[in-house]
């Protein structure tokens, strides 16, 4: 079975950064396309940052310039570097899997950006 474990969420202040990391049990993590969604309480869950294995990487524009995915394919892992967060970006945030056939959901981790 296929697990996707995020850590390194939690409480920071305006203006600071966390770095989120997704540990996959997934052994060819190069052929998946990974990505790292976000969701607020009553909100769909938000696409913010994707890295498809040709690579090409995008972000949404609310996210680019200050936040940062990449992969260790060797470690079989994701990361997401957030810098100069804001409250607005308080959510869960996700980390996805996904090939033809198959998509991956982590548990989620919490980021509360506030004072």
């Known amino acids: 079975q296929v697990q996707l474990v995020e850590s390194g969420g939690g409480l920071v202040q305006p203006g600071g950064s966390l770095r989120l990391s997704c540990v996959s049990s997934i052994s060819t993590l190069e052929f998946y396309r990974m990505s790292w969604y976000r969701q607020t309480p009553g909100a769909q869950r938000e696409l913010i940052a994707r890295?498809?294995?040709?690579?090409?990487?995008t972000y949404a524009d609310d996210v680019k310039g200050r936040f940062i995915i990449s992969r260790d394919n060797a470690k079989n892992t994701l990361y997401l570097q957030m810098n100069s967060l804001r409250p607005e970006d308080t959510a869960v945030y996700y980390c996805n899997a996904d090939q033809v056939g198959a998509r991956y959901w982590g548990q989620g981790t919490q980021v509360t950006v506030s004072w």
């Open positions: 890295d498809t294995s040709d690579p090409k990487i």
